[in-house]
């Protein structure tokens, strides 16, 4: 359940750049999370709606956009999607490739007032 | 107040939240204000939007990066550990420790979530060691690492092994500062591992297969779990091993000597870099000093 320490993060850092910024309430964030990476979103979810309270992202909701999973696969020498960590290369059935994309924890932006 | 980082801690703790007090609903989004989660401009002229782009570990990646250069800075390498529980871990530790510590100095870090079992075990064994509790946390994480590093002296020149929480899924995003993650699983365990817990596969330098000496006992098919394993991650260095009968211990000793040597090899990189900044200052900088002045 490492969720909440990822919910813990993501309220310091959008309280406090709320703060430094003079706003008194932050109404919406935008994450960016890779499809492949190691975070279950029902938990996440659940874990910001139990730390944002008593913050001035308290009626702040939570909008999770999914990025691709993409590998450079070595031996096709071209950019393909990966759905798992453990897929083969769509085109060749290989295995040596390496995660361009789809891992992503990232905050992008958030509406405030 | 911790002096390094301005966190409320005197200890490394890590902070668990009661989710009791969450009143556990789900905000439903209105008809109109429904846009598939992509991002929008707003008419509302009282709002706005803050564009922040930040990776939502970065606070840890900030903590793992000093801990990294300070590792860099007294040769340490520093190898952490993250298994199932059970998986063979402490036993493995206090045997490879033993092992190594004529040749140089090593250091334990242990996280468990209670008891000071695993630390305990490890100094009896005559190695220093430190135990972490995370409470109701389920990782290690870099700044409860370097609060640990008040309290353990480093083994400078040496190896630092950090015992993760016995967990295969939430270390795997926690940069320690270690220079690689080693996974551990034992043959008593299934062959799928790999595939059930890909991100922790990915995520590991090298694997060691545990408990080998059980093979004949147990339903397991080794190559079936190094193809799993290298379908995760091609580039997984893997070694198999047991602690209890010392098979194949030797190859494992390597690779930890090899990591040390390199470790060394880039302090003394570094050292060597100071030191031609320190004297270029000398001569550009004004350095010569008449004698009259003196």
């Known amino acids: ?113 | 107040m911790c002096a390094n980082c301005g966190c409320g801690e005197t200890e490394a703790v890590i902070h668990s939240h009661d989710p009791d007090h969450d009143q556990g609903h789900r905000h439903e989004h209105p008809a109109d204000h429904h846009h598939d989660g992509l991002p929008h401009s707003h008419t509302h002229d009282e709002k706005r939007r803050v564009s922040l782009e930040q990776d939502i570990l970065a606070k840890n990646a900030g903590f793992a990066a000093s801990n990294r250069h300070l590792f860099l800075e007294l040769g340490v390498f520093v190898l952490n550990l993250v298994s199932s529980p059970g998986s063979g871990k402490t036993s493995l530790l206090i045997r490879t420790a033993q092992l190594l510590r004529d040749e140089f100095p090593v250091a334990v870090i242990s996280g468990d979530q209670q008891t000071a079992n695993d630390a305990e075990r490890i100094k009896a064994a005559g190695v220093p060691a430190l135990q972490i509790n995370t409470g109701k946390g389920c990782h290690l994480d870099a700044h409860g690492i370097g609060h640990a590093l008040e309290r353990l002296p480093l083994p400078k020149g040496g190896v630092l092994f950090i015992e993760n929480v016995g967990n295969l899924v939430c270390p795997a995003d926690f940069d320690l500062g270690e220079a690689a993650k080693v996974v551990i699983l034992s043959v008593t365990e299934g062959e799928d591992k790999p595939l059930k817990y890909p991100n922790m596969f990915a995520a590991a330098k090298l694997m060691l297969l545990n408990k080998t000496d059980l093979l004949p006992h147990v339903d397991f098919d080794v190559a079936q779990c190094l193809d799993n394993a290298r379908r995760v991650n091609h580039q997984l260095d893997i070694l198999q091993l047991s602690a209890r009968s010392g098979e194949g211990l030797e190859a494992w000793l390597d690779w930890v000597r090899q990591g040390r040597h390199a470790a060394l090899a880039a302090q003394i990189d570094q050292l060597e870099t100071e030191l031609a900044a320190a004297r270029a200052h000398l001569i550009h900088g004004g350095g010569t000093i008449r004698r009259s002045v003196i």
């Open chain 1, 1 to 113: 359940m490492h969720e909440f320490s990822l919910g813990e993060s993501i309220i310091e850092t959008i309280t406090s750049q709320a703060r430094q910024q003079g706003f008194h309430h932050i109404r919406r964030v935008w994450l960016e999370i890779g499809a492949l990476a190691n975070v279950e979103l029902e938990a996440l979810r659940f874990a910001f709606e139990a730390v944002r309270e008593n913050t001035v992202a308290a009626q702040a909701e939570l909008e999770i956009i999914t990025l691709p999973g993409r590998a450079w696969c070595l031996d096709c020498a071209q950019s393909v999607e990966i759905n798992q960590l453990f897929d083969p290369c769509p085109r060749c059935g290989g295995y040596q490739w390496r995660l361009t994309g789809g891992n992503e924890l990232r905050i992008k932006e958030m509406e405030v007032d």
